[in-house]
């Protein structure tokens, strides 16, 4: 139950994940299908996270963490909440920059 080693522990992204969630993000730019708001969604990470790693990424993260979602992994529930892949895709870029 501990927290990954980071940066900023519990509020940031694990660094050693960066590179996963900005390729996974990328995936996801043009998918019509699965919106940003639906990546906290358990049905919908069970159902594509072999496709899309972005979700893989989140599967793992739900797998070994409890509690709410938004309390044990905070920034990615506020990346939740961005209108477009794109948008997260350059966040995140702009993010491992900054962190990494």
């Known amino acids: 139950k501990m927290e990954p080693a980071g940066s ?3 509020w940031s992204l694990d660094d050693y994940q960066f590179i996963a969630f900005i390729w996974g993000s990328s995936q ?8 940003p708001e639906l990546f906290t969604n358990e049905r919908i990470v ?11 990424c989140i ?3 739900m797998a070994v963490k409890t509690g709410p979602f938004a309390e044990h992994s905070n920034q ?8 477009s ?3 997260i895709n350059q966040g ?6 900054a962190e990494v």
Do not use: R
Not at 46 to 56: R, T, V, W
Not at 92 to 97: A, E, R, T, V, W
């Open 8 to 10: 900023q522990g519990v």
């Open 28 to 35: 996801l730019h043009m998918n019509p299908k699965i919106s």
């Open 46 to 56: 069970d159902e594509f996270a072999e496709e899309y790693l972005f979700l893989g």
């Open 59 to 61: 599967k793992f993260i």
């Open 76 to 83: 990615l529930w506020n990346i939740s909440g961005v209108q």
């Open 85 to 87: 892949w794109t948008k």
């Open 92 to 97: 995140l870029f702009k993010m491992y920059k």
